[in-house]
Nanobody
Framework: QVQLVESGGGLIQAGGSLRLSCAAS????????LGWFRQAPGKEREFVAA???????YYADSVKGRFIISRDNAKNTVYLQMNSLKPEDTAVYYC??????????????????WGQGTQVTVSS
């Protein structure tokens, strides 16, 4: 499994923007499908966005038009640009590597590597 390190979370007012970053420390990400998931208190982890090894992108309906996933293979990093943030976006955000992309969503498998999570809090 790929080991990942996230950064960029924090406290932001509603309507603001944040960019999350996720880097792999010891393995190239270039051949993997990558994604972001989030988990709010008392809720299950949910899919947010995915980007395939070839650059196709997929989003949850709740973030479509507001979030942008991108990757920089030279920097071994995947990003999540979050715009027009809402209080309901408050969650711990996790990046994932080696996803199955199926039906327009990222699906974790037994091979999926995860970051440690970064807290995003959106105040109203």
């Amino acid at each position: 499994q790929v080991q990942l390190v996230e950064s960029g979370g924090g406290l932001i007012q509603a309507g603001g923007s944040l960019r999350l970053s996720c880097a792999a420390s010891r393995r190239t990400l270039s051949g993997y499908n990558l994604g972001w998931f989030r988990q709010a208190p008392g809720k299950e982890r949910e899919f947010v966005a995915a980007i395939t090894w070839s650059g196709s992108t997929y989003y949850a309906d709740s973030v479509k038009g507001r979030f942008i996933i991108s990757r920089d293979n030279a920097k071994n990093t995947v990003y999540l640009q979050m715009n027009s943030l809402k209080p309901e976006d408050t969650a711990v955000y996790y990046c994932a590597a080696d996803l199955l992309v199926k039906g327009g969503t990222g699906v974790p498998t037994s091979r999926t590597g995860w970051g440690q999570g970064t807290q995003v809090t959106v105040s109203s």
